[in-house]
């Protein structure tokens, strides 16, 4: 019977999949979102990738794609993984128990040694950040790092940057910086500052009222924005002098993505709290984390009756903890982290060589396998948005997929997994200067001269942006 259902059950997925687009379409119109595959077909995006593995995604008529958004950072090995993927098997087949959460557990409890091992240090010591709390998405681990700021201090407020982004529980939304989040309102105790200028967060911290400071120490969504030399290191003594703990978000730039373990390591910084998801899952099984270190959680969670006040049924569920730790096994042993600091230079390099002297480029900016390129508005005052998704089209009609910046729609984001290898970056920059060849000839100019305010309208409200 077990068997029987087993086939049935294994079945029943490969009938799914291979069911006829048309019907994934319309199941995904009336049962997912409808709108989404709307704006995807009106902005020329609309894509059926049936199969993934490494750098390639495959789409449904066989056309092969490199990747070059990687699932927002969430697939750093590439698709599909096999070591990842036997990980997540070998946990499957000891049988092991998911979810009882009342018993220490081999796998979450190897991890958090894992990541404590790895998590970034001020001195040769061992990091002080050996405390690790799992779950399964960046905004909860966002969530459970300002619950923890809060428990510790117990102040009521929380400082962010604008053009921030953090995730999309209440929590995190609190303290993304997007003007759009407005329809949620009210969102709680929190100041959002101009990225990158120190003095402003002294402003706000002087009343001794506030629990943290959250930062990327890149902004990923806001347009691959890098902080200014200094910046990171004053706000953590500012954070100390006033009391107010320091949260780091490298759910987007962790492990290994911008040449270092983690991004604050280039700026001398260790954080109070370190938030990590994305490249934690292997691109398989979704994780977050949060670490800290253990004077911060003895205050918080450190007695028999607190211990469990924060608490979610997913945290550490075996597998997930199966893929995180093959991730870091697989990205330290192919020293992905060194190959990200290189073939980043390398990127960026072409990357700007590319695009200089272009009318519609105004900058290109990164570090490591993260990088934006800035479009600026043209002269004919066609939006700079319109012109980056015409680009990203261009792309994918040329094999690349990447897309813009979610908060940032003038910048396209270049993210690609940890496992590029140069002749992708020339496939990139070869596509990218085709479609940039053809802007005074091609799509764009049409626009510009027919319809552009009606595709401007469209595109705003695809975008999901007030009209200008
Ligand atoms: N923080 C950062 C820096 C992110 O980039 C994201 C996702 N883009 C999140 C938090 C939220 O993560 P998730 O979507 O897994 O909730």
Known sequence: ???????????????????????????????????????LNLLGYLRD??????????????????????????????????????????????????????????LPAALAARIAAISPRSSAQPSELSMAFFMSSGSEAVDGALKLARAVTRRPRFVAAQRGYHGATFGAMAVTGDARLEVFEPLGERTLVPWGDAALIEAQLQKRDVAAVILEPIQAEGGVNLP????????????????????????????????????CERDGVVPDVLVLAKALSGGLVPISAYVTRPDLWRKAYGTLATCELHCTTYRGGPLACAAALATIEVIEATGLV????????????????????????????????????????????????????????????????????????????????????????????????????THATGTIASLVGVGKHLIKQRLDAVLGRAPS
């Open 338 to 437: 060194a190959r990200a600091d290189k073939l980043g230079e390398q990127l960026g390099t072409r990357l700007r060589a590319v695009t200089a002297g272009h009318p519609l480029i105004r900058e290109v900016r990164g570090r490591g396998l993260l990088w934006g390129i800035e479009l600026a508005a043209s002269k004919d005052g066609v939006a700079a948005a319109l012109i980056a998704q015409w680009l990203v089209v261009g792309l994918l009609e040329r094999g690349i997929v990447t897309q813009v910046t979610t908060l940032s729609p003038t910048v396209i984001r270049v993210e690609p997994p940890l496992i590029l290898e140069e002749a992708h970056i020339e496939r990139f920059c070869d596509a990218l200067r085709d479609v940039l060849a």
């Open 1 to 39: 019977m077990t068997e029987d259902l087993s086939q049935r059950t294994a079945a029943l997925v490969r009938e799914h999949l291979a069911m006829p687009r048309e019907r994934v379409h319309s199941l995904t119109t009336t049962n997912l979102n409808g709108k989404l595959v709307e704006s």
């Open 228 to 263: 200014p030399a200094g910046y990171l290191a004053e706000v953590q003594r500012l954070c100390r002098r006033y009391g107010t703990l320091f949260i780091l978000d490298e759910v987007q730039t962790g492990l290994g993505r911008t040449g270092t373990w983690f991004a």
């Open 49 to 106: 990738f049936v199969s993934a593995s490494g750098m390639e995604l495959v789409d449904a008529h066989g056309r092969r794609y490199l990747d070059f958004l990687a699932g927002y950072g969430s697939v750093p090995l590439g698709h599909n993984h096999p070591a990842v993927a036997a990980a997540v098997r070998a946990a499957i087949d000891a049988v092991v128990p998911h979810f009882i959460l009342m018993a220490p557990e081999a």
